[in-house]
């Protein structure tokens, strides 16, 4: 029989008690790490999830990303009801056909014979004129001008012959409307070449292929250099101006249309480059000291002359997605600064439509003097910045409070700004 085994030492229960606090320590450091983890996947599962959310109609993404599986369109808008009736509103200044004093051909209609008793009215008192004037185009058709350049013979035996007015520098070629019928459909009306050709063929009967489209377009185009630099100015005057840029494809290889416009002006340029290489040197924001709305990509910030304001349709957009991602049935802050985005711009446009300068007070619902509008060329409103909040603040729970202050500052940053 083995002899009974006494009970443990003390040492033996110290050593085992310091063993189970350190097995202790090092479950509870693993466990940390694995909330951690857990943690980091939760909120990058909410990323990602974010991401398949996004559609044209919440983000900036362009249409064409969805391709040929895109969902039918919903029957929603961001525009809100504003309560107005269809049609033109109070104090807008609409348009009509009305007739013109002189008319540039009259025609007369006479009455056969009496419409009672049938007998002739040659001759008879005219009682009443009813004038109905018909507003039409002449028939249009390519008339061509040859001009003649006389060669003499002076007395001392030299040639001399007159010099071509501007124009005609060849045998043959198209005059000045024609070319900018073709500039205006292939560059205004964003044609095709070969479209272009084909609308010249039928509506005036001019055979033209689309190499003569491209051809007259670049002759065109080399001739707006001083013009292209008054947009420039009047672009990098102006009060506010709108930044935008797209990707572009130029022989197969990427490359940004950057545009720069106002109400009035327009400025395009393509350029390899998207980032702050590409700004300068379209030459507008550099001088830029007015009130610059864009889409808040990085760059654009890197200019400390102007005012920065975050473009209303991108923030109503990002608004958008934010209320997207709220559970139905709750309050999210998104959906309310939405709407007051677009009642102030409904203010701000019924004011312009009236010709005012301020917006009242009272409807704005603030107290104080009449707030100034600031505006492009055209009567665009200047729209004070509304940048999109941090999206942690509507994560999957209870309602939040309603934020008693502004709407925190974000700018949304994206890699690759050159």
């Known amino acids: 029989m083995p002899a009974e085994e006494g009970p443990p030492s003390q040492e033996v229960l110290a050593a085992l008690v310091a063993s189970l606090r350190q097995e202790l320590a090092d479950a509870l450091g693993a466990l940390e790490e694995t909330r951690g983890q857990l943690t980091q996947a939760r909120e990058r599962i909410a990323e990602l999830e974010a991401r398949l959310r996004q559609t044209p109609r919440n983000s900036s993404k362009p249409p064409s990303s969805q391709g040929l599986d895109k969902p039918p369109p919903r029957l929603r808008s961001l525009r809100k009801r504003s309560g107005r009736k269809p049609g033109g509103q109070d104090g807008h200044e609409g348009t009509t056909l009305v007739q013109v004093a002189r008319p540039d051909r009259e025609v007369r209609h006479e009455p056969g014979c009496c419409g009672r008793c049938g007998a002739g009215l040659a001759g ?14 002449p028939e249009v058709a390519v008339t061509v001008t040859e001009h003649q350049l006389i060669e003499r013979e002076c007395g001392c035996g ?3 012959k007159a010099a071509g007015p501007h124009g005609a520098e060849g045998p043959v070629q198209y005059g000045p409307r024609i070319a900018a019928i073709i500039v205006y459909l292939y560059a205004g009306q964003f044609l095709s070449k070969q479209r272009t050709a084909q609308a010249l063929a039928e509506l005036f009967g001019i055979p033209l292929s689309s190499a003569m489209v491209a051809g007259i377009t670049a002759r065109a185009a080399g001739r707006l250099g001083e013009f292209l630099q008054h947009v420039r100015g ?8 709108g930044f935008d840029e797209t990707g572009f494809r130029v022989q197969g290889r990427l490359h940004w249309v950057h545009c720069a416009r106002t109400g009035k002006y ?6 390899p480059k998207r980032g702050r290489q590409a700004m300068e040197a379209m030459g507008v924001l550099p001088s830029f000291a007015g009130v610059a709305v864009h889409d808040a990509w990085a760059p654009y910030d890197t200019y400390t002359g102007p005012d920065h304001q975050l473009c209303c349709a991108h923030a109503l957009r990002e608004l958008q997605a934010v209320t997207d991602a709220v559970p139905g049935g709750q309050w999210c802050w998104a959906a309310q600064a939405a709407e007051a985005l677009t009642a102030m711009q409904d203010l701000v446009r019924e004011a312009i439509g009236q010709g005012r300068g301020t917006v009242d007070p009272a409807h704005a619902g603030r107290p104080g003097p009449p707030v100034p509008l600031r505006r492009l060329d055209r009567g665009q409103p200047d729209r004070r910045p509304l940048r999109a909040a941090d999206e942690k603040t509507q994560r999957a729970g209870p309602p939040p409070a309603r934020p008693p202050g502004r709407l925190s500052a974000v700018h949304r940053r994206l890699p690759g700004a050159a």
């Open 124 to 137: 008879r008192p005219v009682t009443a004129v009813d004038r109905r004037q018909v507003f039409d185009l």
């Open 158 to 160: 030299h040639h001399t």
């Open 234 to 241: 009047q672009i990098a005057a102006a009060e506010v101006a």
């Open 266 to 271: 327009t400025l395009l340029m393509v350029h």
